[in-house]
C-alpha cells in the first residue's frame, strides 16, 4: 500500500502534526508512506520514524511553467492509495486534480473522506486533525512524540541551570514579540537565583537578541547555533523556557519544558497555541505585559 501525507509548513504547524504522522503510521505499518513538506522540514522528517521517503514541495507558481510540471511528474510518480492532506490549504488541496483524484482525507470538494465539520477552522490544530483523521477512519491520535528528535550539545558549553528565552518571530509581524527589555529584565531577575538565560535564534533575530543582551549582558546568545534538534534536546535540559509565539516554542513545550507563551492580538492561542506543560499569556498589546507576570508564571511552572 502506498500512503501519501501532505505538511509543507510552518514549524510550530509540523510540529502539531506529529501526533497525526504517528496515527497515520499506526494505522498503516506496513505501508510504504511518503511525506510531501517543503525543504525547511526535510531533514528532520527524514529523521522521524513515520516515512519511508520524504518529498520537497518547492512550490512553484502557477506561472512557473516548468516548475509546475515538475511538480505534476513528482506527484503523479507513484499511485497512493490513500493521502492524507494535513495542509489543507488551496495549495495542497489542487494536488487533488493533480493527482487524478485518489482516495482523499482532506477538504478539497468531492474528495472520498472530507472533514465535513464547518467549523473546523474554529478548532485547535491538534483537534482538528484527529477530527479529520477519526472522519477518515483513525481514532486515536496521540500527542506528538519528539523523544527520537534528539543530538549533542558538548560544544554549546551549557551552564548547569538554564533558562531558554526565544525573544524572535517572524520578521514580518513585530507586533507578536514582546519588547526585549523586558526579557532582559527577566534575565537579570532569574540570574540573581542562579538561573542563566539562553537565547535561541537565526540571523533574522539578531535585533532582538542584540537588544536582549544590551540590557542583559550575561545571556547567553546561541544564535545560529541550534536546528530543531539541538532546540528538542536543549528544552528537555531547561529549567523552563519563555518565548513569544514562534516556532521554536512549540519544539521546547513538545519535550515537556515547562513554558510560558506569549500571545498578541496577532494570534489565537485557542487556535494554535503548543500543548504540554505550557502557560499562556495574552495581551492583545505585549507591550501591556508586565515582567513581574511572566516572572511569576515562570516560577510557578518549573
Not at 537578541?209 to 536546528?227: I, N, Q
Request: aromatic share 6%; proline share 7%.
Amino acid at each position: 500500500m502506498q500512503v501519501l501525507v501532505i505538511k509543507l509548513s510552518a514549524l510550530g504547524d509540523f510540529v502539531q502534526a506529529c501526533g497525526p504522522f504517528a496515527a497515520i503510521r499506526a494505522h498503516h505499518p506496513q505501508a510504504r508512506i511518503t511525506l510531501l513538506t517543503t525543504g525547511p522540514y526535510a531533514a528532520m522528517a527524514k529523521a522521524s520514524p513515520w516515512f519511508d521517503e520524504v518529498w520537497v514541495d518547492r512550490r512553484p507558481k502557477p506561472w512557473n511553467l516548468v516548475g509546475m510540471l515538475k511538480l505534476r511528474q513528482q506527484l503523479c510518480r507513484v499511485k497512493f492509495d490513500m493521502v492524507y492532506d494535513l495542509q489543507t490549504s488551496g495549495r495542497s488541496s489542487s494536488y487533488f486534480h493533480i493527482m487524478g483524484g485518489p482516495p482523499w482525507s482532506g477538504i478539497v470538494a468531492g474528495c472520498s473522506h472530507p472533514h465535513a465539520n464547518p467549523q473546523r477552522d474554529a478548532m485547535h490544530s491538534i483537534e482538528r486533525q484527529a477530527e479529520q483523521l477519526a472522519m477518515a477512519g483513525i481514532n486515536a491520535t496521540p500527542p506528538a512524540d519528539l523523544s527520537w528528535l534528539t543530538s549533542e550539545l558538548a560544544g554549546l558549553d551549557l551552564p548547569e541551570r538554564f533558562l531558554l528565552m526565544v525573544p524572535g518571530g517572524a520578521p514580518h509581524r513585530p507586533a507578536k514579540r514582546w519588547p526585549a527589555e523586558r526579557y532582559a529584565a527577566l534575565a537579570k531577575h532569574l540570574a540573581a537565583d542562579g538561573v542563566a538565560g539562553l537565547m535561541l535564534g537565526t540571523a533574522a533575530d539578531s535585533a532582538a537578541l542584540d537588544a536582549v543582551a544590551a540590557g542583559c549582558p550575561s545571556v547567553v546568545s546561541l544564535k545560529g547555533r541550534t536546528g530543531f534538534a539541538e532546540i528538542a534536546e536543549l528544552g528537555r535540559r531547561a529549567v523552563a523556557a519563555v518565548g513569544n509565539d514562534t516556532g521554536p516554542m512549540h519544539i521546547i513545550a513538545a519535550t515537556g519544558c515547562p513554558s510560558v507563551v506569549l500571545f498578541s492580538a496577532e494570534s489565537d492561542p485557542a487556535l494554535c497555541a503548543p500543548r504540554g506543560r505550557v502557560t499562556v499569556l495574552r495581551r492583545d498589546d505585549l507591550g501591556e505585559l508586565a515582567v513581574a507576570e511572566v516572572e511569576s508564571a515562570l516560577r510557578r511552572s518549573a
